[in-house]
């Protein structure tokens, strides 16, 4: 068997794998040589947002919330979605499934690429075995990252029936007549609207009895607004009870897989030519050979690590999301190079909170802490909300704005906790409350940040403006205390 060594070895070359790879060498040396590192990768290079997931799901939805902004905006033609140009744009965004540029990069970064499936067989030790059959043992000498991503859940209830999952949705190659999506989260609510575009009559069955439901209320309120106009039909509150196929076949990503699906719902009989499942992901840590190094799954997703292996992504079992995943893939990859040179990589004291954009109609963006946990962690909070029409920037963006905005304070502290946007491009707004949140910027401070008008950026003065007057000026102000000019 081939032995190759190299100081960092990634199983897994997504958009967390390749940025592991990068940051851990990137000006590193060790023993008067560069670090080096590799990517084992057993399908594409750049994993699941850059084929199925993020940029394809993207340059569907796009081109649809064009065409809407010209069906409400005076003075320009209404556009019309053409499936088959659509389809074609979703194609050239994902290099028509082909990752040589994807390796191109790494060659030129100095990464390897070791292709085939990767499995732990002992300390810093992993057997890949090739499509082929042939297995390469490749070796770290420092450190090995876990970035395997995670696998959509399919309960046993719905396994027989081959259901579509978020792959296929993006890879549609087939636009079935009647498709029935089970699930109310954030892939459900945006593949539901593409795929209606496209053709399809959309129902949703949703368990819980709102839509985004780790969001604010009224933001899943909006989307479900912005859906049912769309006539597709949402079931609320709906449990699944059973699910039977007509000669299920396993066809081909996108394609239907099977003859008609017959769904009993709490509600009623659906019957319908595909079945989308979007009830969550788990974690890819199967047949990783995790008990060659005496861990479990549970360990790698709780942090129970030993010092030379890391965990990045969705394997690590935090939030599902790409920007999220390359952010904790930059901050082990700096902790490892700068161990390697005997360094300690300067890392902030917390755990930065996690921004989330919904594609929907109104878009929803949101971070930090909602009203209820913010409540539920004992705060004492103060709340603005105000209608994303406020700003005449997002005025002009179109000429019926729906939507609300809101953003959650500490009463005490002035800082702001949480925020969400709802309404038209507001994945655009949600930065700045990121930078704020991180920064432990004050209220009255912020307030001092000038918009640029007319932007949609002027909705922070109207938030800022609805928040009680006491909160223009610093808390040492009303008791009388000295205020520091810094």
């Keep these: 068997m081939e032995t190759v060594e190299y100081d960092v070895v990634v199983i897994g070359g997504g958009p967390a794998g390749?940025?592991?790879?990068?940051?851990?060498?990137?000006?590193?040396q060790v023993d008067g040589r560069p670090m080096t590192s590799a990517i084992i990768e057993r399908e594409l290079l750049g994993g699941e947002?850059?084929?199925?997931?993020?940029?394809?799901?993207?340059?569907l939805l796009r081109p649809i919330a064009v065409a809407d902004v010209t069906g409400d905006l005076q003075g320009v033609s209404t556009a019309h979605v053409a499936?088959?140009?659509?389809?074609?744009?979703r194609d050239y965004w994902v290099s028509h499934y082909d990752d040589s540029g994807q390796e191109t990069w790494a060659d030129g970064a100095g990464i390897g690429v070791v292709r085939g499936d990767g499995r732990l067989v002992g300390e810093r030790t992993i057997r890949v075995t090739s499509t082929s059959g042939d297995d390469v043992e490749v070796r770290a000498r420092r450190a090995v990252v876990i970035a395997t991503g995670s696998a959509a859940l399919?309960?046993?209830?719905?396994?027989?029936?081959?259901p579509w999952d978020s792959r296929d949705a993006t890879g549609v190659v087939e636009v079935p007549d009647r498709l029935v999506v089970v699930g109310g989260g954030v892939v459900a609510c945006e593949a539901a609207i593409w795929m209606s575009a496209l053709g399809s009559e959309v129902t949703l069955v949703v368990r819980d009895r709102r839509l985004l439901g780790r969001t604010e209320p009224f933001a899943g309120e909006a989307v479900l607004a912005g859906l049912r106009e769309r006539g597709i039909t949402v079931h609320l509150g709906t449990e699944v009870s059973d699910v039977r196929r007509d000669a299920p076949e396993a066809t081909g990503i996108g394609k239907v897989h099977g003859g008609a699906v017959t769904l009993t719902t709490s509600a009623d009989e659906?019957?319908?030519?595909?079945l989308l499942l979007s009830i969550g992901r788990a974690p890819r840590l199967d047949d990783l050979g995790l008990s060659s190094v005496g861990l479990t799954a549970d360990d790698v997703t709780a942090g129970r690590l030993p010092e030379w292996l890391h965990a990045v992504g969705d394997a690590s079992g935090g939030p599902p999301l790409t920007h999220w995943g390359k952010h904790q893939a930059r901050v082990v990859g700096a902790r490892i190079a700068a161990a390697a040179s005997g360094e300690v990589a300067w890392e902030p004291d917390r755990e930065a909170p996690v921004p989330q954009v919904v594609f929907s109609d109104p878009e929803v963006a949101s971070v930090g802490m909602t009203e209820a946990e913010a409540r539920?962690?004992?705060?004492?909070?103060v709340v603005s909300r105000v209608p994303t029409s406020a700003a005449a920037g997002t005025?002009?963006?179109?000429?019926?704005?729906?939507?609300?905005s809101q953003i959650v304070v500490d009463a005490t502290t002035r800082l702001l906790l949480g925020a969400t946007f709802v309404g038209v491009e507001a994945g655009e707004l949600v930065h700045a409350a990121t930078v704020a949140i991180v920064g432990d910027v004050p209220v009255h401070v912020l307030r001092h940040a000038v918009a640029s008008y007319p932007t949609a950026a002027e909705l922070w003065l109207r938030l800022l403006e609805d928040l009680p007057r006491s909160f223009r000026t610093p808390p040492a102000m009303e008791t009388g205390q000295p205020r520091s000019r810094r």
């Design 83 to 89: 499936a088959k140009a659509l389809l074609e744009r």
């Design 395 to 404: 005025g002009l963006l179109r000429d019926t704005v729906v939507g609300e």
């Design 270 to 274: 659906l019957v319908a030519d595909e």
């Design 18 to 28: 390749e940025n592991a790879a990068q940051y851990a060498v990137e000006g590193a």
């Design 376 to 381: 539920d962690a004992g705060h004492d909070v």
């Design 49 to 59: 947002c850059s084929y199925w997931a993020c940029m394809p799901s993207k340059a």
């Design 154 to 162: 399919v309960p046993e209830m719905y396994a027989d029936a081959l």
